[in-house]
């Protein structure tokens, strides 16, 4: 939840922000007490800190123990002025402001119990929330013929059904990728709420997928710099990923097809078919007529009619007709670029083309031969 959203919810027990405004909004994710600087050590980052001083010596400590809790990347600091802080030094004042680290002076008449209590009560609901319609988002995406499962918690949950839908999805290419894509994912969706609105962003098996409700195409494409933005700032160009956006959809019911439509371009990513800035369905020429059938079968029997003959000869004899086929299409039919491509001799290209052409009864020469080929290859491509 936003510092500055759950702060509102105590604004009536003269809580008072004295320093690092510019850092309220910030993600919280609980709340812990830290009386001296060893103990900062528990702290995780993205906490709340409550101090009452009972821990310090002498005034002069107290800007030792905000340094040390600093460090740890905490939401905010909580001070309980009264008997053992008398009142915050500038010093510490001017260290805020310049780390943008929000502090806020509690009254030493407010029991902190009460405070970790509006804290607790808000954040647990707001982490109830967030899986109640990540859970719903996933149930639209994986069980579209079982609409109980999600239509009404995402109603539930200010989703409405009548509103368009887009999903976004990034494959993470990484070995921990589930870890990664869960904890990103609330970090992108922390850093979004402040600007952005109607959209959910969650981990599932590696990926970060995000749905965006009742945008226009503007609000979208808007949504989605920010999202890199922030993307690219969390992996620190440390992970590789793959990033597609489907087409919008009329109704909450077709979640799933955005959905596979964000799937595919991903793929077609990953498998360097497409750029890294084409990410968006619509953009995809041929390849979106492609993805628009929805009988996946469909798609299968068309590979098999063209090119499962030649996969197979590869798998029996060890050879590499695909991908000389795949290499001579891409070159639109040229032997020379397709030898020079692949560092082998004319010949060995005229002969390869020859054996593909007999086993798969087709004529290279042929433009509508050629095509199906070419369709095949990109059907294979969206299959992954």
Same mark, same amino acid.
């Given at each position: /939840? ?31 007490? =830290? ?24 005034? &002069? ?33 001017? !260290? ?40 719903? !988002?996933?149930?639209? $995406?994986? !069980? ?64 970060? $997928? ?12 808007? !949504? ?61 020429? *041929?390849?979106?007529?492609? /993805?628009? *059938?929805?009988? &996946?079968? *469909? ?24 991908? =000389? ?23 060995? =290209? ?5 054996? $593909? ?20 290859? /990109? *059907? ?5």
């Amino acid at each position: /939840m936003e510092l500055e959203r759950l702060m509102h919810k105590v604004s009536h027990k003269d809580v008072r922000l004295l320093a690092g405004k510019k850092g309220t909004k910030g993600n919280v994710t609980w709340m812990h007490f =830290v009386e001296s600087p060893s103990t900062s050590s528990f702290l995780s980052g993205d906490e709340i800190v409550l101090i009452t001083g009972i821990g310090l010596n002498r005034k &002069e400590e107290l800007l030792d123990l905000i340094t040390a809790i600093y460090q740890h990347h905490v939401a905010g600091i909580l001070i309980n002025v009264g008997p053992y802080i008398d009142h915050v030094p500038g010093e510490v004042l001017t !260290f805020c402001d310049e780390k943008d680290l929000p502090l806020y002076e509690v009254p030493w008449k407010i029991h902190l119990s009460e405070l970790m209590h509006i804290f607790s009560l808000a954040l647990t609901k707001e982490d109830q929330s967030y899986i109640e319609t990540a859970n719903a !988002f996933k149930n639209a $995406i994986t !069980f579209p013929d079982q609409e109980v499962l999600y239509v009404l918690p995402l109603n539930h949950h200010g989703f409405q059904t009548k509103w368009s839908y887009t999903v976004c999805l990034c494959q993470l290419m990484t070995k921990d990728a589930t870890d990664r894509a869960n904890h990103i994912s609330q970090l992108l969706y922390n850093a979004l709420q402040h600007d952005h609105k109607n959209y959910m962003i969650f981990g599932d098996q590696g990926n970060i $997928i995000a749905v965006l409700g009742n945008a226009s195409s503007e609000e979208l494409h808007v !949504f989605m710099k920010a999202f890199t933005r922030h993307l690219n700032t969390f992996l620190k160009r440390e992970i590789s990923y793959s990033l597609g956006v489907g087409k919008t959809t009329q109704s909450i019911r077709c979640i799933h097809k955005s959905y596979r439509q964000a799937l595919s371009v991903s793929r077609l990513q990953q498998e360097h078919k497409i750029s890294k800035n084409r990410i968006f369905y619509n953009d995809m020429g *041929i390849y979106k007529l492609l /993805m628009s *059938i929805d009988d &996946e079968d *469909i798609l299968k029997d068309f590979v098999r009619q063209t090119l499962s003959p030649v996969i197979e000869y590869d798998r029996k004899n060890d050879a590499s007709l695909m991908e =000389v086929l795949s290499c001579y299409l891409k070159n639109d039919g040229s032997v020379k670029a397709t030898a020079e491509q692949l560092f082998i001799h004319r010949n060995t =290209v005229n002969y390869r083309l020859s054996k $593909i052409e007999e086993i798969t009864d087709m004529d290279l020469s042929s433009t509508s031969d050629r095509l199906q080929l070419t369709v095949g290859l /990109m *059907i294979l491509n969206i299959l992954g």
